[in-house]
């Protein structure tokens, strides 16, 4: 018969103890079947062997009716009396070369691994797929004593199967909303692999209608394949230039103008949880380049303001309000609105890593904006130090790389402020070089600068939604350019800073910063792009 091939797209792994109140097992199998379904392991602990086999038995009757592979959990007895295409083990079950040597060359064997180490052994043993996890915490199983690896450590363990021919798919916590964040924010840092699929449970099983949330699952994923198929970016979709145009310095340029021009024309909603310090020069600064603020912060508000904003600017700098920066991030993530995240002062103490920790798990960051020492913290870079919100030390060997590096590991546009600012999208690098020095004596210019990184990322998708069919691809929590959206955020303000400072009636910091706000308002796109100074960084 030989080994079957399979889609690992969609894994449905079932728990009977989940369906709904008077939902039929086989019935929610056969509509999740319907609804996209690639692959199903019937998973059963704690039933006789004759009942498991009867499930089983049943189970592959409907899935050979859609032509989907059927495999068993752990059973080597079950699987041989149902004829499935193989079986998936733990750590603690059966060794892999024995299960091999039981079922032989044609069986497909999945193994559980949650370390780099696991996956290299699973590797070396045959195992043809391994499913990786727990990502997040589920209540499909007891999983609490284990680390929770999050995108980025299944990242890593993807990085030792990249080559290897073993496919992969992530199970544990895995929902609608944060399933985009997953696939994007999992890519393995170096070789750029990626997930074949997804495994799940109580999202479809537990489900009242498993046909819908199975395609809802299938539609994401999908979508995903193949962006990374036909693209390879994972964080810019959608660029404002023609496909034959180059990104050059001088095209960026120009894209920013045209945000500019975007925002004063729709005027968007930018929903900012900022630093207590900055609220009204924050607020102030969206409302002179021609957008809208909101400052709301409450858990039970923040759900409903996401489906009207433009993007989201979460500022941790007084971590007052977490629980309101977890639920508007996670529905910034569900209603593809973009989210920049500005960690502040991020490494000074071990509870600001904590909760970036926190959030960073909960939800997926379009853009993470950031100084020396906070993009040096979540880089895992000792170079550069935290003293409070500022930096410590001469600043990173090479910049360029420390960007491009965070940004394809956190699958995000990655901005690093200073002297000179640093903008990566995983694939390019940018050096924009305007400013002035006053910015540094005047509290809250670089958290002014996440927000107008928020304002023109908003304009970015805004102008995405003018030129393509909406939503075409599931797979990118947002659309349009970010990586434009970022430097237009950057120049703006840093341009504007060189104009105010030259203005005869700034004699000082105090002065300064009222010219600033005049100048923010007052900036135009042909003043931008003579002040522009941008160069594409080689890394």
């Known amino acids: 018969m ?37 692959v199903v392991q019937v998973r059963e602990k704690n039933i006789d062997t004759g009942k498991f086999i009867e499930i089983a038995r049943r189970t592959k009757e409907i899935t050979d009716k859609y032509g989907v592979p059927l495999l068993i959990n752990d059973r080597i007895d079950v699987h041989l009396a149902v004829g499935s295409h193989g079986i998936h083990i733990g750590q603690t079950d059966m060794p892999l070369p024995l299960a091999r040597t039981l079922l032989g060359p044609d069986a497909i064997i999945g193994l559980s691994v949650s370390t780099p180490s696991e996956a290299q052994l699973a590797v070396q043993q045959g195992a043809d797929y391994v499913g990786i996890g727990p990502v997040w915490a589920t209540g499909s199983k007891d999983v609490s004593a284990k680390v929770k690896l999050a995108p980025e450590g299944v990242g890593r363990v993807l990085e030792i199967l990249a080559g290897t021919g073993v496919e992969a798919v992530a199970i544990g916590g895995i929902h609608l ?7 994007h924010g999992s890519i393995s840092p170096t070789s750029r692999n990626h997930l074949s699929g997804i495994a799940t449970i109580s999202d479809i099983v537990g489900s009242p209608t498993p046909k819908d949330a199975a395609a809802a699952l299938r539609a994401v994923v999908d979508s995903f394949k193949r962006a990374r198929k036909s693209l390879g970016n994972p964080s810019s979709v959608f660029s404002l230039s023609s496909p034959e145009e180059p990104r050059s310095a001088e095209s960026l340029i120009r894209q ?44 039970r508000d923040v759900a409903d303001l996401s489906k009207v904003i433009g993007a989201l600017l979460i500022n941790f700098g007084t971590i007052t309000d977490k629980e309101g920066m977890l639920v508007a991030g996670r529905q910034a993530n569900v209603n593809r609105k973009p989210l920049v995240f500005d960690p502040v002062a991020v490494g000074a103490t071990a509870y600001r890593r904590e909760a970036s920790r926190e959030l960073l798990s909960h939800w997926q960051p379009t853009v993470i904006k950031g100084n020396a020492a906070e993009i040096g913290a979540l880089a895992e870079s000792n170079e550069v130090l ?9 600043g990173f060997t090479d910049p360029a790389k420390v960007v491009k590096a965070l940004a394809q590991k956190r699958a995000a546009v990655v901005v690093l402020t200073g002297v000179e600012d640093y903008i990566s999208d995983g694939e390019i690098v940018l ?82 910063r009222s010219a600033l706000l005049d100048e923010l308002y007052n900036l135009r796109p042909e003043v931008l792009a003579q002040r522009a100074n941008v160069t594409v960084v080689q890394v």
């Open 2 to 38: 030989g080994k079957a091939t399979i889609d690992y797209s969609l894994y449905l792994v079932t728990g009977r103890e989940f369906l709904p109140p008077g939902k039929d097992y086989y019935e929610s199998l056969e509509e999740s079947l319907q609804g996209g379904v690639t």
């Open 177 to 183: 909303p944060n399933l985009a964040q997953l696939l």
């Open 256 to 299: 920013v103008g045209v945000l500019m021009e975007v925002v004063r024309k729709h005027t968007p909603l930018v929903h900012q949880i900022t630093n207590n310090v900055v609220i009204n020069d924050s607020a102030n600064a969206t409302l002179a380049v021609g957008a809208s603020p909101i400052m709301a912060t409450n858990a």
């Open 386 to 394: 935290s003293r409070g919100v500022d930096s410590v030390g001469s």
């Open 431 to 512: 050096k924009a070089s305007n400013g002035h020095e006053l910015l540094g004596n005047i509290t809250g210019s670089g958290c002014m600068t996440g927000t107008l990184v928020a304002t023109f990322c908003a304009a970015a998708r805004l102008h995405y939604l003018a030129s393509k069919e909406p939503f075409e691809d599931l797979s990118q929590l947002v659309q349009g350019d970010m990586l434009v959206g970022a430097l237009a955020g950057v120049l703006v303000m840093t341009v504007a800073a060189e104009v105010a400072a030259a203005r005869g009636d700034v004699k000082g910091p105090g002065t300064f």
